[in-house]
Every structure is written in C-alpha cells, then in structure tokens.
C-alpha cells in the first residue's frame, strides 16, 4: 500500500546515508523501523496497580471529618 509520510529533512538525509551504506533502501528501513517499534508496544505489559493493604481496621465512621483525618495523617509529625 502506498502512503505518504512526512519526516524531517535531518533525519531523511540520515536514513538515506544509513540505507547507502548498509545497501538497501530509505522504505525497507522504515519498514523495519516500525516492525520493531510495534513489536516492542505489544510486547509491554500493561500497567498493573499492584494490590496493597494495611492492618488496622482505618477510620471508624464517627472520624470521617476532614480535620479529624488530617489529624491523623500528622499525628506524631510535629504538626
């Protein structure tokens, strides 16, 4: 399929330097480009939140005030 892309002249001067040396062509570098490009995408794990907990039993529902739980979070900070 033919597409057009644009890319920046440094970098189209660079591959066309990369393709000369290495004989083959400005596309099957593309090409290989984002073979790999896609590869690695596919290959990269989802992010997970990993599950975490604490003992206790948190606050209890008479605490649910902002001041009360901000007391609790410095509690012991010097604040």
């Given at each position: 399929m033919?597409?057009?892309v644009e890319i920046p002249n440094g970098l189209l001067a660079d591959?066309?330097?990369v393709a000369r040396r290495e004989q083959t062509?400005?596309?099957a570098l593309i090409e290989e480009g984002l073979r790999?490009?896609?590869l690695a995408r596919e290959q990269q794990a989802d992010f997970?939140?990993?599950k975490v907990s604490f003992r206790g039993e948190g606050l209890a529902?008479?605490?649910a005030s902002w001041e009360?739980?901000?007391e609790?979070?410095?509690e012991g900070r010097g604040g």
């Open positions: 033919k597409t057009t591959a066309r330097r062509t400005v596309r790999k490009v896609l997970r939140l990993r529902a008479g605490d009360r739980i901000r609790l979070a410095y």
